[in-house]
C-alpha cells in the first residue's frame, strides 16, 4: 500500500497564492499516475488536475485552468500544486491521490473512481 500525506493549505485572501505538496510513503517502488481533487461545502468532490507518471501530460478542470499548475518530483516522491490568483469559490478541501494505470488514455484520469489511494486532505479556505 501507498500513503499520501497533503499540506500546505491555509486561510488566505482573494487574489493570493498557494502551493500545496502531497508526500508519498510505503510501497513507492513504482510510478503512479497522481491527481489533485477537491470539495467545497455542500459539493460533491471534483477533479482539479492530473498528471501521468512521467509527466509529460497534464489535464486540468476548466475553473482553474491558466491559474493553477500541477507538478511531480518523482526522485522525492512528492506532487504539487501550485495554485494562483485564489478565488473564494477554490474553498474547499484539497485530496491528493493516485493511480496504478499502466498506460495512459486521454479522459480515463479525470474521475474519482480511477484511483487507488487517497490523502485526507487539506483544507484552503479563501476569503474575499
Known amino acids: 500500500q501507498v500513503q499520501l500525506v497533503e499540506s500546505g493549505g491555509g486561510l488566505v485572501q482573494a487574489g493570493d497564492s498557494l502551493r500545496l505538496s502531497c508526500a508519498a510513503s510505503?510501497?513507492?517502488?513504482?510510478?503512479?499516475?497522481m491527481a489533485w481533487f477537491r470539495q467545497g461545502p455542500g459539493k460533491e468532490r471534483e477533479f482539479v488536475a492530473d498528471i501521468t507518471r512521467s509527466g509529460s501530460i497534464t489535464n486540468y478542470a476548466d475553473s482553474v485552468k491558466g491559474r493553477f499548475t500541477i507538478s511531480r518530483d518523482n526522485a522525492k516522491n512528492t506532487a504539487h500544486l501550485q495554485m494562483n490568483s485564489l478565488k473564494p469559490e477554490d474553498t474547499a478541501v484539497y485530496y491528493c491521490?493516485?493511480?496504478?494505470?499502466?498506460?495512459?488514455?486521454?479522459?480515463?484520469?479525470?474521475?474519482?473512481?480511477?484511483?487507488?489511494?487517497w490523502g485526507q486532505g487539506t483544507q484552503v479556505t479563501v476569503s474575499s
Open positions: 491521490a493516485a493511480a496504478q494505470g499502466l498506460l495512459y488514455i486521454s479522459g480515463q484520469y479525470n474521475t474519482s473512481g480511477a484511483y487507488e489511494y
Open positions: 510505503g510501497r513507492t517502488g513504482t510510478t503512479y499516475h
